[in-house]
């Protein structure tokens, strides 16, 4: 791999042997401008202080100090995490100008690796979506076809790696948003455990749902990027305080013996032929490495979906009431009152997906329905969660697929929002119980469009799923394609 295809792995030992970071980094800029009218992934280029940040691992390069893990490779960023002085949108028209005070854990950690932000990207609003088709601002694009969406809510960071503009990105899930982007644009996308990754700084959607993860072209640079971003936040309550492995030292070691639980329920009505078929070739793949497979149910992820959109809406609501146009963010022009300045700020400045939750949850949570909707989704969710670790306890790694579908086109979802939400179908159990999932890239539509595998394993162990996913990786090629711009 030559020029913007590399690897972050490629970029480190280019640099190693000589090569700038300065040079590195205006490459991928360069990639940025020439490719960002078709694919739309940046909401924020910021190209003097990317160029800053490369000289300086130059500089200290050549003066012989240490330099962090990521040094010199650019990193992209959804922009629902704080980044101090540069404006934090969350794709929302009602942060438009917000400019936070300070960093996320995770740009911190960032910084300290070394690693060069080149730009924030594009997300459904507030994370709300799985499409990108939700942002204020514009439509994201999915580079293997201009037509289609590159999945959501982190579709510009999925789509910023898959079309070379950045060899690593930062995304959030909170039902799916990082592993089913990941599959709609054939790259790696890994959410971990629950608590693994400081929230702090990242704008909340659903705060018992939401963790960081890192986008990818290959196992080894998701490897490389959750070492440099794990670990223990004070300033996290859900920061879970315990050693974070080497993920890069063991990655090449394969699993085994390998056991494989295939969920009977992620193989049924609503999967594609096409995806299905190369969801078992995937199976098949690890089976002739030596892997044994078995059968496996999760019987309660049928209400996977309605749990979480009674949890997500109900913390949402509870997350989004701080936006009411006094404290920061968007202010009406023209309002009578003080309620009448809540209602129009606000009104003006979310869209009509965040409404619509906002809705949902308030509801939920309301006087009469508390019980019947929101406390009962919990206990369904603790049903879940016992599914996994009763499935767990038969088998290694839960496989099946990403997404039900690859890429759909822009706007054929658009008006039919349960179609919309049944995208996150295979993904949404794993928030709910807070285990580590990752997509791995395993084929391609006859069409020319990326279809993911997932793994998924328990709390905590990322080094295993890292493992499993790399195996797969060793084994085939799909991790070395790229689309043409």
Excluded at 88 to 111: M, Q, W
Excluded at 324 to 352: Q, T
Aim: glycine share 10%; with cysteine; aromatic share 8%.
């Amino acid at each position: 791999m030559t020029g913007v295809n590399r690897t972050a792995a490629d970029l480190i030992a280019a640099q190693q042997a000589g090569e700038s970071a300065e040079s590195i980094v205006t490459a991928f800029l360069d990639s940025i401008d020439s490719r960002e009218s078709k694919v739309r992934a940046f909401l924020s280029v910021d190209r003097e202080s990317a160029l800053e940040q490369a000289r300086d691992v130059d500089t200290r390069r050549k003066s012989g100090k240490p330099l962090g893990l990521l040094a010199g490779v650019p990193v992209a960023i959804k922009d629902v995490l704080c980044t101090r002085g540069q404006v934090t949108t969350c794709g929302s028209k009602i942060l438009e100008d917000f400019r936070p005070p300070y960093d996320a854990h995770v740009i911190s950690a960032l910084r300290g690796a070394d690693a060069v932000i080149v730009g924030k990207t594009n997300m459904d609003e507030f994370a709300m979506g799985s499409s990108t088709e939700n942002s204020a601002y514009q439509v994201t694009r999915n580079p293997w076809d201009l037509d289609r969406i590159p999945g959501g809510s982190s579709g510009g960071s999925a789509a910023a790696v898959a079309a070379c503009q950045a060899p690593l990105s930062i995304g959030t899930d909170t039902g799916g948003s990082i592993r089913q982007p990941a599959s709609l644009c054939g790259i790696v996308g890994l959410k971990p455990t629950y608590g693994r990754v400081s929230r702090y700084g990242l704008v909340a959607f659903a705060s018992s749902l939401d963790q960081i993860g890192p986008f990818s072209h290959d196992v080894t640079d998701s490897a490389l990027m959750l070492e440099a971003i794990a670990g223990h936040d004070p300033r996290d309550s859900t920061s879970v305080d315990r050693p974070v492995p080497k993920y890069s030292n063991s990655i090449n070691e394969p699993v085994g013996p390998l056991t494989i639980g295939l969920p009977r329920e992620y193989f049924g009505e609503g999967l594609d032929p096409e995806v299905e078929s190369a969801a078992r070739e995937a199976v098949r793949v690890y089976e002739k490495l030596g892997a044994k497979v078995v059968e496996v149910s999760l019987p309660h992820s049928r209400y996977a979906i309605a749990v979480y959109y009674l949890v997500a809406t109900a913390e949402a609501s509870s997350n989004l009431a701080r936006f009411d146009g006094v404290h920061y963010g968007h202010r009406a022009k023209d309002f009578d009152g003080l309620i009448d300045l809540y209602e129009a700020s606000r009104g003006e400045g979310f869209g009509p997906e965040v409404r619509r939750r906002i809705m949902l949850g308030t509801f939920a949570l309301s006087s009469g329905y508390k019980d019947a909707y929101y406390l009962k989704a919990l206990k369904v969710r603790r049903l879940i969660k016992g599914d996994f670790d009763a499935a767990l306890r038969t088998c290694d790694v839960i496989m099946g697929p990403t997404a039900p579908t690859a890429a759909f086109r822009v706007g054929e979802k658009a008006d039919d929002p349960l179609a919309m939400y049944l995208s996150d179908i295979y993904t949404i159990s794993c928030n709910l119980a807070g285990f580590p999932g990752i997509s791995i890239p395993c084929g391609w539509t006859r069409g020319g469009l990326p279809i993911g595998l997932q793994i998924q394993a328990g709390p905590f162990e990322e080094e295993k799923l890292l493992r499993v996913a790399r195996m797969h990786e060793q084994a085939t090629d799909w991790h070395l394609r790229r689309p043409t711009l």
